[in-house]
T-cell receptor, first 115, second 112 residues
Framework: NAGVMQNPRHLVRRRGQEARLRCSPM?????VYWYRQLPEEGLKFMVY????????ESGMPKERFSAEFPKEGPSILRIQQVVRGDSAAYFC?????????????FGDGTRLSIL | GENVEQHPSTLSVQEGDSAVIKCTYS??????FPWYKQELGKRPQLIID?????GEKKDQRIAVTLNKTAKHFSLHITETQPEDSAVYFC???????????FGKGTMLLVSP
């Protein structure tokens, strides 16, 4: 049973370019969460999605960041016009059910570096 | 919103000793408290969790205790081994709100 799959593992972008991060949840999981981790920091919630719906995006910056989880295919976290401060590890997690109190299982993350 | 504080930020123990990591939370409605272990460059892995209807939960060398009145919960690792060395994160969430609020992590170093 494959776990949460994220790609790419490492992504290098120059300032002003776009970054696209992909996440395929565990089989049978329909709830996806994105977190950002800065060096020596905890994980900060960004956005929570179900298929074709954004449930909670309260942790996501209002500009340049967007997320989707289409009916078919992986969830995508998109960062437009990247800046140096976007350099971080971005983790995706999934759970079979939503509504709180559900174990979330994480992927290996995408390490984004901005030159 | 919820705020989770975690202490200590670093913890060094000798192999075989016990290790205790403590977390406090601010939102009295929180009722789910997972703990994650993250090795360098790896994914956070769920190692144990506890819900507010119990005060303690054990899984081999790992135990978690919860004090709802004081709003704090703790991770206890007994008979530590070098492979326990990692960063440990506590988190909290509440019913109807799926997102987790994490503490800043504790780097545990177990020396042989």
């Amino acid at each position: 049973n494959a776990g949460v799959m994220q790609n790419p593992r490492h992504l290098v972008r120059r300032r002003g370019q776009e970054a696209r991060l992909r996440c395929s949840p565990m089989k049978g999981h329909s709830h996806v969460y994105w977190y950002r981790q800065l060096p020596e920091e905890g994980l900060k919630f960004m956005v929570y999605l179900q298929k074709e719906n954004i449930i909670d995006e309260s942790g996501m910056p209002k500009e340049r960041f967007s997320a989707e989880f289409p009916k078919e295919g992986p969830s995508i976290l998109r960062i437009q016009q990247v800046v140096r401060g976007d350099s971080a590890a971005y983790f995706c997690a999934s759970s079979p059910l939503g509504g709180g109190n559900q174990p979330q299982h994480f992927g290996d993350g995408t390490r984004l570096s901005i030159l | 919103g919820e705020n989770v504080e975690q202490h200590p930020s670093t913890l060094s123990v000798q192999e075989g000793d016990s290790a205790v990591i403590k977390c406090t939370y601010s939102d009295s409605a929180s009722n789910y408290f997972p703990w994650y272990k993250q090795e360098l460059g790896k994914r956070p892995q769920l190692i144990i969790d506890i819900r507010s209807n119990v005060g303690e939960k054990k899984d081999q060398r790992i135990a978690v205790t919860l004090n709802k009145t004081a709003k704090h919960f703790s991770l206890h690792i007994t008979e530590t081994q070098p492979e326990d060395s990692a960063v440990y994160f506590c988190a909290a969430s509440k019913e109807g709100y799926s997102t987790l609020t994490f503490g800043k992590g504790t780097m545990l170093l177990v020396s042989p």
